[in-house]
């Protein structure tokens, strides 16, 4: 009697088990919807994220050709987040490891900068001190092929050039070298390495109690790269004042500028807050750690200082703080989050809107902006870039600095003292020279006995003028890598070129530093930052 008692109390069990197993398999075997086949993963993924899902894998399943489900997913991802503002975005992983890269503040490579002239791969500058230096590149090289690939040719994008080029520290790449006119390959096998990507491009003392830091974005490291720079300039060289260029920084992370500002302000100052629909205040404020006594500030902006760089420019604006010199700066005031995607790549989501102190948003128009990314065009045809009556105020709510004056949001950071930009050599002409700029000047300097110039940059802009017809040689090497001559439009622009030709020596010479010693040698922003800080108080104080 005992067995079937035991059975009688097991089958119920196994019943439920074999029930259980049933569901298992019948979630895994393919269902159909009355027109296609559908995996159950997928036939959940439609049902509960709704028709986008659906239509893929219609389109997947059905479709008369083949198409590339990957590029059909990303179009469609870029045409929804266009519904919502200019700077949510989708990063694909590629981008994504670019950006993060030059954020961070070094990548694995070879260490150079190049630029795509003529479908040719042209090296512009070999980074002092790393693995390309060492192993013998040279500015003006032309990368022909790596490890073996042929790159240069139609076609060929810089994403795919960085793709090639980079890799981990202690690998090893084999490149194609044409340098100058030899007609014969050079082979140069580069082991890469931990390359440093600074932001700080230029720290320097402009007159004995002047010093400029120019900063081209706020990454990982600037808060330390600007303070060692500061350290520098006033405990060895006696900086009182600081000239702050961000002309052309697009921004970066937030908290890298507000961790710069905190040296301006003493402890408890409003640097800037957030707010979004989903996102409650957040308010940065100065952390009161002080490390130098810095007196007068200016800080130089323009139509390409964005995002971190206004955040900057309106604390010290609104705080009275400083003097903001230039032009009305881009106007980014929306702060975006990141979120991982299961693809590798991430959603950067606009999740709420930064504030100045005073109470500014100084996001420009985008809704009803059809043509939000020819801003700068747009700008340059009115001439506001070049008069100060052409500028426009778009938001005519008044808000004020802690001194009472008035100031204005809704498009950028309207500088204090307005500078015009320079357009005279601007012309078609200029712009295919410019890019043949950087190899032209590599390949004349190896042909110079470099004793023969000056030993340092200060001496080189007081001392250095290049060969008059230097200009002339130039063209003469464009012309040679297609740009036709053009008489008429060349003398407008030689004198500009002769300018940057000196420049770019410089810059060969004597790195970033000597590049920026001669371009400020007459900037007129430049020129007037340092007449204003000798003269003293800022604007609302006396």
Not at 295 to 306: K, M, Q, W, Y
Not at 354 to 369: E, H, L, V
Request: proline share 5%.
């Amino acid at each position: 009697m005992s067995a079937p008692t035991t059975l009688q109390t097991r089958l119920p069990l196994i019943l439920a088990g074999v029930l259980a197993l049933g569901m298992f398999i019948g979630q895994k075997l393919p269902r159909y919807d009355g027109h296609l086949w559908i995996t159950p993963a997928a036939y959940r993924l439609s049902a509960t994220r709704g028709p986008i899902e659906e239509i893929l894998r219609y389109i997947e399943a059905r479709y008369v050709d083949s198409v590339s489900m990957e590029r059909l997913q990303e179009d469609a991802i870029h045409d929804l987040l266009a519904q919502l503002d200019p700077h949510s975005a989708y990063i694909s992983p590629e981008e994504l490891s670019l950006q993060e890269e030059m954020m961070k503040g070094s990548f694995e490579g070879i260490g150079v900068e190049f630029l795509i002239v003529n479908d040719t791969i042209q090296v512009v500058s070999v980074i002092p001190g790393g693995p390309s230096e060492r192993a013998g590149l040279m500015a003006g090289d032309k990368i022909v092929s790596v490890s073996d690939t042929v790159l240069a040719g139609k076609g060929i994008t810089s994403a795919e050039v960085v793709r090639r080029l980079r890799g981990p520290k202690g690998s090893t790449v084999r490149l194609g070298i044409l340098r100058g006119r030899e007609g014969r390959l050079r082979s140069f096998t580069i082991e890469r390495d931990v390359i440093p990507v600074h932001s700080v491009d230029a720290a320097y003392m402009l007159d004995d109690r002047t010093g400029y830091v120019k900063i081209n974005r706020f990454s990982a490291t600037t808060q330390q790269e600007f303070m060692e720079a500061i350290e520098r300039m006033v405990k060895k060289e006696g900086m009182k004042h600081l000239v702050l260029d961000l002309r052309g920084n697009p921004g970066g992370y937030l908290t890298e500028a507000t961790d710069l500002l905190s040296q301006f302000f003493p402890k408890g100052k409003l640097l800037v807050y957030t707010e979004g629909r989903a996102e409650s205040r957040q308010e940065y404020k100065s952390h009161g750690r002080i490390r130098f006594d810095i007196a007068n500030i200016a800080v130089l902006v323009d139509e390409g200082s964005a995002s971190a760089s206004e955040i900057v420019a309106g604390a010290v604006q609104d705080h009275d703080r400083g003097w903001v010199i230039g032009r009305r700066t881009f106007g980014k005031g929306l702060v975006q989050a990141e979120y991982p995607l299961s693809n590798g790549g991430a959603l950067r989501l606009t999740t709420s809107r930064y504030y100045t102190p005073s109470g500014r948003c100084i996001q420009r128009a985008y809704k009803d902006a059809p043509d939000y990314d020819g801003e700068l065009e747009r700008r340059l045809h009115n001439g506001e870039l070049t008069d100060s009556a052409a500028q426009k105020v778009t938001d005519t709510t008044r808000y004020f600095t802690g001194a009472g004056r008035v100031v204005y949001g809704g498009g950028g950071i309207m500088p204090d003292v307005f500078i015009p930009a320079d357009t005279s050599f601007m012309n078609d002409y200029y712009l295919q020279v410019l890019p043949h700029l950087s190899p032209f000047v590599a390949r004349w300097l190896q042909g110079q006995s470099r004793q023969q110039m000056p030993a340092d940059a200060v001496a080189f802009v007081r001392q250095y003028n290049p060969p008059a017809n230097l200009a002339r040689q130039l063209a003469n090497y464009a012309a040679e890598q297609g740009v036709p001559f053009d008489a008429h439009q060349w003398e407008r622009c030689r004198s500009e070129l002769q300018r940057q030709l000196k420049a770019l020596i410089a810059r060969q010479l004597f790195e970033r530093e000597g590049y920026y010693r001669v371009l400020n040698d007459d900037d007129p922003a430049v020129e007037k930052a340092l007449q204003l800080l000798r003269n003293g108080a800022a604007p609302g104080r006396k």
